[in-house]
């Protein structure tokens, strides 16, 4: 909302300082937008042409004897309507105009020019006169020397208020005038319509079949004149951001500031009956707006009507069948209160959002209704030669009873912490112009028509704004609970610290991701989740893995020569009627490595495991199996990923990216993994921390080395070992894979086996005895053959 | 004699500091003060000197050897530190050469300022609770005192993906949800952080997707003054010790009254500087009393329950904590960009 300084002060005895107000609207009423002068150029004066003759070598030009009060100036004008005896704007050297545009002495064409006689564009308001022709000629009353803002009431500042949804009645001035007499505590003082009527009988009647109109009233006037606004109408148009159009249109603007009520005017001449209908529209009908559209029409939407057709889409827009233009000499002027709901879903539909539509949505005083349109009649009189006909036609359904509030001073202190006195809540009820009763230490208050209130609550925000919150004291709650993070709350930063000690980055990307996207590394290929109203095509759906955009993040980085990426993501994922959080990461390049020592291996399918498995003892979860997919997902690499097992139950995969899917986006050796948290939770929170003494006794290690068939998996080999000695045998590592080119088919597998008692020392005898049987067994189950 | 042992310690002295290697010095030590060494023929010798002359001889024959003794340790002492010198030197490597690339790990910087956040609650009594994204409009709306049709709607344009679901447009849902679940009406002190939608383009200033953290305190006597006292220790905490907050009346359905709460500029301390565009203050969140239709809807009886929210965007801490300058960056996960946090 944009307030006129000079139109604010009208309502008040003494003038306002624009800076204090600013200063009290942010602290106690609306953010402020901003405070600018309505014309911010400095050092205009009034000129008197005394003389304009042709330039001597220029035909378009003239050379003007300004009067300028002080002095007279030499100017060049080459504006085609400048001419002797008239009073114009000047611009001496040295002023700025809008534009950076410095106006400064100089030769034109050989001859002094002192200034520039200026044109409303010049000066940034054009709008103030859309059919100027050249330079802007004031009136004969302009004297020589004075300020032309002031003569044109563009002197003005402009407060621009950023409005809250609960304040509409700040989108009328009177509003705004009430709420800083109460910041103030000063009196507001308001002008009361006065309207000459003709005692003629009004011929207009006026029907409803909604409930979608509160009230509507209509006003007859005859003999319009279409012209020009005064000026000081003008300027207050222009400052409030509307731009004028003639005295009709602006009045039925100025009066829907001056009290937040929109006005509508139809050509009294082109309805077809005196008969208006306010109805509900009906499918399919039709309407031609003012701006010359068509416009399909709904159940939903309100239309003014002649009985017949509509002749304007209520609170929206008028019809162009009924459009005031130059020769309109009669005029239905509207007042009317529509359905707040129905105005909001209409102009949303047709996207004809004005500043009265605007208005309607957000909620009107519907006890101003005529008053608006009385003031309205009294400024036609007075502007545009009007005769008004009689008394308006109407109808009114608002219930005259008004609504009341109580609130006692104990729920007052109870919910503000601070000790309020009775007196104080008077005052500031008195200041808000709050009409209010007292029973006990109870308000009872009666809630003005322009301040819809619901509650109590509602009460003490006034209370509190008015008094000020910085007198609020300070204290914290004193009802004592007990805070911390739960056991998922703890798991999730463990992991989180997990990966940064491990070298990870953490990364955040959108859920919303293309079609695309949101469908890989789901195995269930389950439906996905699609916006009903997306913004873009990039962001649709919503995504199954996160590891899509951990690859975009890679390709990314790798774009500006970041070589090594090593990325992690908790986020949710997204399915029918379930959301699941996973955790995704994603390595590339090398790790822990020095170029100049030789150390620059490229990580491995091994490294993505060692991470996993050590997550996993970070996590203390033990009881996990690790498998090759039994049907790998299709953008990953079948014979280099895998699966990760509790029991039965699949936690997610990890393995290397699809050579096809590397070649697509131009990576290489890319491993990813994704598991679901939910699982890696509930496991973990399974896992309790025990502890078991460490042996006294040394251990003894023994290598073997086998030869196996390629087929052969470590993990078969470890098994059929541990099998064999379950008690003695600490650990099993294997140290060394070598593929003898004269052993067709067959690998070399080193393994060191260490056995640990825990009551006594073992002999070399025992240990012996284990690694024969462990031999046998071998041979016999995976007709293994020891190295010698 | 006496001359004789005089010139043995100046020749042995001699022979000593010629020596460079143990074994040598071994040598020299065997010759002065082994059992064939000329001492032990001097105190052979000195069974034919007389009672008088025995003790003082043979006393100076002691001394001289300990002397030699005492100038072996030492040169001894002398070629071993030599010895380790020589390693040491031969040993010495370019420590300017680059270390091995231990990679260090980061968290993102909206996980820091959130945990960082959590824990200013949790010290504060509260948990932390957690909800779906994919949300009614029952809870992210109709129940935060929201009617379908009402225009502070449009303050949050959503993504729908039916008409009764959307993805939640604030963490409000999540108090929703916790107030239902408190179904004993105990004393509630929540924090609710999470990932949050709206349908803005991005752009320098708007994001799409991003992340809040509300907090909510419900029971018979939390007030105004309570709320204010939190949101100054949170400013403090935060922003710096120095820093003071004000509120300034606002508008959201789910509270009245409704406060934007302004810190002071902790880049000019309260002047007037390009960061708080001149005011001396700069907009942190939004906070105010639990509007009683939200508790209501909960089931709460308002006579004898109260209350106060607050929320803030976390991107917006991040970007005034630390100057950056597009919201866009946070999402990019440029690695250049997350290593800095």
Redesign the interface.
């Known amino acids: 909302m944009k307030v006129s300084i000079n139109w604010l002060n009208q309502y008040f005895a003494e003038k306002l300082d624009p800076k204090d107000l600013v200063k009290k609207f ?6 402020v937008a901003g405070l600018e002068k309505l014309v911010d150029i400095d050092g205009l004066i009034i000129g008197h042409v005394k003389s304009a003759v042709k330039h001597p070598d220029a035909d378009k030009l003239k050379v003007c004897m300004v009067d300028v009060g002080d002095e007279e100036l030499q100017i060049i004008c080459g504006a085609p309507n400048v001419d002797a005896n008239q009073k114009v704007i000047v611009a001496r050297s040295g002023v700025t105009l809008p534009g950076d545009f410095k106006i400064k002495k100089a030769k034109i064409r050989g001859i002094e020019s002192n200034g520039m006689i200026c044109s409303l564009a010049e000066l940034g308001i054009q709008a103030f006169d859309s059919n100027e022709l050249g330079i802007f000629v004031l009136g004969e009353d302009a004297l020589p020397g004075e300020d032309p803002l002031k003569y044109l009431n563009l002197d003005d500042q402009v407060l621009e208020l950023d409005l ?4 509409a009645d700040l989108l009328s001035l009177r509003g705004v005038a009430y709420d800083t007499a109460a910041m103030l505590n000063i009196i507001p003082s308001f002008h009361e319509p006065q309207v000459i009527r003709e005692t003629t009988e009004n011929p207009v009647s006026i029907f409803t079949q909604t409930k979608n109109c509160q009230v509507y009233y209509g006003q007859l006037i005859e003999n319009i004149t279409i012209k020009q606004s005064p000026y000081w109408l003008k300027s207050r148009l222009i400052a409030s951001g509307i731009r004028p159009i003639n005295n009709v249109v602006d009045i039925t603007n100025y009066v829907m500031l001056e009290y937040g009520q929109p006005l509508h005017a139809f050509d009294y001449d082109k309805i077809n009956s005196d008969r208006i209908l306010v109805r509900d529209a009906m499918d399919q009908e039709e309407i031609i707006t003012l701006d010359g559209e068509k416009r399909g029409l709904l159940k939903g939407d309100i239309v003014i009507t002649d009985g017949e057709r509509p002749i304007a889409l209520a609170g929206v827009m008028g019809g162009l069948n009924t459009e005031i233009d130059a020769s309109s000499r009669r005029v239905l002027l509207e007042s009317a209160v529509f359905n ?2 129905k105005i ?2 209409t102009a949303l539909r047709l996207n004809l959002k004005s500043e009265s539509s605007s208005r309607f ?2 909620g009107i005083d519907a006890r101003k209704t005529l008053e608006a349109l009385n003031y309205a009649s009294e400024l036609l009189v007075r502007y545009a030669d009007a005769i008004i006909v009689g008394k308006p036609s109407f109808f009114n359904t608002i219930n005259p009873k008004k609504k009341t509030i109580t609130l006692s001073m104990d729920k007052l202190i ?5 000790k309020f006195e009775e007196d104080d809540v008077e005052k500031i009820f008195n200041r808000l112009r709050f009409d209010f009763k007292k029973k006990g230490d109870t308000f009872i208050v009666t809630i003005p028509s322009r301040r819809p209130m619901e ?1 109590y ?2 009460l ?2 006034e209370i ?2 008015i008094h000020g ?2 007198m ?15 056991k998922k ?1 703890k798991t999730k ?1 463990l992991i ?1 610290n997990f ?14 991701v293309t079609e695309e996207m949101a469908r890989k590394y789901d195995k269930e290929t389950l439906p996905t ?7 873009t095509k990039e ?1 649709e759906y ?1 995504r199954h893995s996160i590891i899509p955009s951990l690859i975009n ?1 890679l390709i ?2 790798k774009a ?1 020569k ?1 070589e ?4 992690f993501e908790t ?2 994922t ?1 399915f029918k009627n379930d ?1 699941q959080e996973k955790l995704a990461f994603l390595l590339n390049g ?5 170029l ?2 030789g ?1 620059d291996k490229e990580i491995d399918f091994y490294h993505l495991k060692g991470v996993i498995e050590a997550l996993l003892e970070q996590l203390k979860i033990t009881n996990y199996s690790i498998r090759a997919s039994l049907s790998p997902l299709p953008n990953l690499h079948p014979g280099i990923s895998a699966e990760l097992l509790f029991g039965e139950e699949v936690v997610g995969f990890f393995g290397r990216l699809h050579p096809e899917e590397e070649h697509r986006f131009g990576l290489k050796d890319v491993y990813v993994c994704e598991l679901e948290l939910k699982k890696l939770y509930e496991s973990s929170e399974k896992q309790e921390m025990t502890y078991v003494e460490v042996s006294k006794y040394p251990p003894i290690e023994r290598d073997l080395a086998i030869y196996v068939a390629n087929e052969i998996s470590a993990h078969e080999i470890i098994e059929v070992i541990k099998k064999t000695n379950k008690k003695l045998l600490n650990s099993v590592e294997i140290f060394d894979v070598y593929y003898d080119q004269n052993k067709e088919n067959k690998k070399s597998i080193a393994l060191r086996l260490e056995f640990l008692s825990y009551d006594r020392t073992l002999e070399a005898r025992e240990v012996d005895e284990q690694i024969s049987k462990i031999i046998v067994n071998l041979k016999k189950e995976l007709n293994a053959e020891l190295r010698s | 004699m006496e001359n004789k042992l005089k010139q043995m310690a100046v020749l042995a002295s001699d022979a000593i500091e010629k020596c460079n290697t143990i074994n040598e010095l071994m040598d020299v030590k065997a010759l002065y003060l082994g059992k064939k060494s000329e001492f032990n023929a001097i105190m052979q010798d000195l069974k034919g000197l007389s009672d008088e002359e025995k003790p003082r001889i043979g006393k100076m024959v002691n001394e001289a050897k300990q002397a030699i003794s005492a100038l072996i340790e030492e040169r001894k002492n002398h070629i071993d530190r030599e010895k380790i010198d020589a390693l040491l030197k031969e040993q010495t490597i370019d420590i300017t ?12 910087i ?2 820091k300022i959130i ?1 960082e956040i ?1 824990d200013i ?8 609770k957690e909800g ?3 949300e009614s409009d029952k809870y992210n709306f109709e129940m935060l005192n929201l009617p379908k ?1 009402h ?2 709607r449009e ?1 949050q344009d959503s ?4 008409e009764e679901t959307l ?1 939640r447009t604030h963490t409000s849902p999540v108090q929703v949800r916790s107030l239902l679940a408190n179904t004993n009406q105990e ?1 509630l ?1 929540i924090i609710c952080p999470g ?1 949050v ?1 709206r ?1 803005d ?1 991005d752009d320098q200033t708007h994001s ?2 991003f992340m809040q953290i509300e907090a909510l ?1 419900v ?8 709320l ?3 949101l ?2 949170i400013a403090k905490k935060l922003f710096g010790e120095n820093r003071e907050i ?6 959201f ?1 789910f509270t ?5 709460v302004d810190v002071s500029c902790f880049k000019c301390n309260g002047v007037g500087c390009s960061m708080c565009k001149q005011t001396g203050w700069i907009e942190i969140l939004g906070a105010g ?1 639990v ?2 239709n939200v508790l209501k809807a909960a089931g709460y009886d308002t006579d004898k329950y ?1 209350g106060f929210a607050l929320g803030m965007g976390i991107e917006r801490i991040a970007m005034l904590k630390y100057g950056i300058e597009d919201i866009r960056h ?7 960009f ?2 800095q946090f």
């Open positions: 942010n602290l106690m009423s609306q953010e809250t949804a609960n304040r707040s709901i909001r879903k949505e957000k109870k919910v503000t912490g601070l509650s609550q509602d003490i925000e509190v704004r919150y910085n609020i004291p300070l204290s914290i709650p004193v009802t004592p609970t007990q805070g911390g993070l739960n709350q930063r989180r990966f940064v000690g491990k070298g990870f980055y953490e990364t955040k990307t959108y859920s919303l989740i699609k916006i009903l109203n997306p913004l962001r919503l993040v990314y980085n500006r970041i090594d990426v090593f990325i986020a949710n997204y959301e090398k790790s822990d490595y020095s100049w020592q150390l | 050469l680059p270390g091995k690339k231990i990679a260090v790990g980061h968290k993102h909206l996980t945990e959590e609650f949790v010290g504060l009594g509260y948990t932390i779906p994204e994919v049709d225009p502070a303050m993504f729908y993906i039916t993805l004393p002190k990932v939608y349908k383009d799409h997707q305190v029971d018979e006597k939390a007030t105004l003054a309570d204010k006292g939190t100054l220790l004000r509120l300034r009346p606002s508008y359905p009245e009254p409704s406060v934007e009393m509007n009683n109260q946070l999402y990019m996960n440029d690695l250049r997350n290593s």
